[in-house]
């Protein structure tokens, strides 16, 4: 009989900012299937349901592999010379008239090295600011919040600090579906001795391991936190040692919260007086108390607010700057960390250096040669809003889906349509892909050499297993030759490897500048702040000092605001929007044939008694619609969720949630839209 040939190739998981380590199983140079990294740090060789079938969709058939160019309304192929050119041509006749006009979307699913070159195309070829990425919309307010509060918008702790933690207080953070072999951290702290409460509007898998579980009404957060903020200073359990000499802003902080009396927060948030009150004093009087959440926190038109709250109530506690303690938030997509970190940021060159610093501006247009002002672009939300009307000309989007993902499916559809070019660099025919003007077909996870960062701040490498399918190129190698056609010399935009491309990363960042390869390519690997080689690089930030200037950190006083759309006679119920366990967005899960067996549509979540109201039965296919659109789709009548709110995931095109979110109502700090709340309607069909 005949040997088969095995190979083991390591890489790290394409789905959510967990990190955990894999190894593609590759036979005949094609990738097979994955098991999981036994000695990895982070999963320690467990693996969640999309980890484990999540590599069905690299050898499906319907993979991009040729140009494609629409004309009168339908696409043709092309060849790769004539793409690039039409792109080239276009991106330089309407920058060379005005760089504002043109933007760019980096993918958070990317390799960090292909983020870099994305934002380096923008800046160098094009001259515009305007390059941002989904962060915008979900964890934005997480990077101007804290960064705001501590000086560095990041997770303050690494993951298996959690292990550690005596209290652990989760809010809007649904870890078991969304992040689950950090969920598997959450059980390991209970098992140590944690108490773990979880606060959310639906009684989530998460809530379901909680010791406690709270429900709470959407987007009351701030009130719930000013609320906490003052039953510990009314007990004088607040840290008044570290408050003194770790941070500013505490008398302004006191008077705010001295209107949110339990009373008052009790009817802002629907929670019981008595629970409010207990909820703040076990989390003051913890030794190890540690905050952790997610979009539940973030996707509001106060998200900012929300997690400098939480911000706030670490600091007021001293809960800050040792294991067991901290911000955690919890990171969405495999590499929105990375995507952040490499400056695809309109207001951030790589590594958080900023563009409004006239200097550091200066320094990058020494490093690039370019003439780019010391002023922020556009952010996602206002690239699409200027689309919308008319002011920009030509988006470049690298393997995002704003089709599904924006608020309001139809305003981006038509934002995009009025463009006068809309490229998409994608693996497959996306619902923003069959928008486009021109499709460049890519290389996928695999089949490339890279590095991902997790949400914990860990830079790990991936591996090359398999030969893109022929046709397709690798990211970085068709954005340069994009910029090499608009005119930029090949020595300044040319790299020979992904490694070279980091290279330069370590040149222009300093938190990236200890990393080099022989450290990186360990399962270990290296946390960021990593300013030299021989630095340790450890996850724990904030020990001794924040990150501002004078190292100390800074209360922010704020005020409750609740969502923009609140539910009225017309539109009476509250809608929120989330995932589920068996997919990531669409593109690449909807694509795993195991994980579309499992959940092959969407749902519309509705508490019992509002479903007894309306006539509504279980699975009975039901109409939902806003001020903005409507859908029709299954009903999941459920106790799970509190009466008055609604629950749609948001990955199904058919039924898309998308379709009656609400684009206008962003948040001012940090332009996050407000998809996690608005009105609607639920009616028979
Ligand atoms: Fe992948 Fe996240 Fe699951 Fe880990 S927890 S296997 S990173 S989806």
Redesign the pocket.
Known sequence: YKMVEIKYVPT?????????G?NFVVKDDKIVGVE?YKRHP??EG???????F?YEFINREDRLTTPLIKENGEFREASWDEALDLVANKLKEVSDDDPNKVGFYACARSPNENIYITQKLARVACGTQNVDHCARICHGPTVAGLATTFGSGAMTNGFDSIKEADYIFCIGSNNME??????RKLIQAQKNGAKLVVLDPRYTPTAKIADEYVQFKTGTDVALMNGMIKVIIDNDLQDDEFIKNRTKGFDELKETVQKYDLETVSEITHIAPEVIEELAIEYAKADKAAIVYSLGITEHSHGADNVMSTANLAMLTGNIGREGTGVNPLRGQ?NVQGACDMGALPSDYVGYRKVADQETTDWFNEYYGTNLPAKPGLTLVEMMNAAHAGDLKVLYIHGEDPVLSDADIKHTKEALANLDMLIVQELFMTDTAQCADVVLPAAGWGEQEGTFT?GERRVQCLHKAQEPPEGAMLDWKIMEEIAVRMGVPREKFHYESAEEIFEEIRECAPIFAGMNRERLDTPEALHWPCPSVDDPCQPLMHKDKFAHPDGLGIFQALEHRGPVEVPDEEYPLLLTTTRVLFH?HAAMTRRCKTLDNEVKTGFIEINTEDAKELGILNNEIVKASSRRGEIEIPARVTDDIKKGIVNIPMHFTECAANMLTNSDSFDPKCKMVELKACAIKVEKI
């Open positions: 790290i998981c394409p789905y959510c900012g967990t990190g955990c894999l999981p982070v999963n467990k693996v969640c349901p999309k980890g484990n999540g969304a992040h689950p072999l950090f969920g495999n997790n990531y």
